[in-house]
């Protein structure tokens, strides 16, 4: 009994590491201004709308962004600018990795 709940562990933390996105589809950024979650929504909503973005994940305190996209596409800094922008943020720079 004890071998079987322990392969069905197992199983569930492969199958929920397989879930989490891919280090190589993660383009991260930092941005200034963002004060609270709703800030950090505004940001989230309008990156999404970009056809390639899967999840976007946002640290308001640190105003770093880590932008997850399909099938390992990277989003370019001019993107990431102008939604940034349009979102009533500055862009400062790309991250070199994603740190969420």
Avoid: R, W
Wanted: one cysteine or more; hydrophobic letters at 40%; aromatic letters at 4%.
């Amino acid at each position: 009994m004890k071998h079987l709940i322990l392969g069905f562990a197992l199983f569930a933390l492969s199958a929920c590491a397989s879930l989490q996105p891919s280090p190589a589809s993660c383009t991260s950024a930092k941005v200034d201004g963002m004060s609270c979650e709703a800030c950090a929504m505004a940001i989230t909503q309008n990156l999404k709308k970009l056809p390639s973005v899967k999840d976007v994940k946002i640290d308001v305190t640190t105003g770093n962004i880590d932008i997850y996209s399909n099938d390992n596409i990277s989003i370019s800094s001019e993107s990431i600018k102008s939604i940034v922008d349009k979102s009533g943020f500055k862009f400062v720079s790309l991250n070199p990795k994603c740190s969420l």
